[in-house]
């Protein structure tokens, strides 16, 4: 499995822009596919946005269609999580994790970075 790092969470004003990263070890990115995860405080652990190991197909939770984009950069071993139009509701703990080729969960997870959005 890979190491997951993410970074560029912070504290911004509703309406802004915030762009994630996510760092990943090793030369088998590529392979994997990739999600954005995201925990409120008080909350379950949700789901955010879902990429496939090439990039060819990404797939969001309905509420932050338009909003939020995911990509990723296998050049780079890198994924982001573009969130635009910004709202106190996205206030949370973001995740990034990682799912190998044939597997049916996500077997490495990032440590988390904060986005706390004020209004």
């Known amino acids: 499995q890979v190491q997951l790092v993410e970074s560029g969470g912070g504290l911004v004003q509703a309406g802004d822009s915030l762009r994630l990263s996510c760092a990943a070890s090793g030369r088998t990115f590529s392979t994997y596919s990739m999600g954005w995860f995201r925990q409120a405080p008080g909350k379950e652990r949700e789901f955010v946005a879902f990429?496939?190991?090439?990039?060819?197909?990404?797939y969001y939770a309905d509420s932050l269609k338009g909003r939020f984009t995911i990509s990723r950069d296998n050049a780079k071993n890198t994924l982001y999580l573009q969130m635009n139009s910004l709202k106190p509701e996205d206030t949370a703990v973001y995740y990034c994790?990682?799912?190998?080729?044939?597997?049916?969960?996500?077997?490495?997870w990032g440590q988390g970075t904060q986005v706390t959005v004020s209004s």
């Open positions: 990429i496939t190991w090439l990039g060819g197909s990404t």
């Open positions: 994790a990682s799912r190998a080729k044939g597997a049916t969960d996500f077997g490495s």
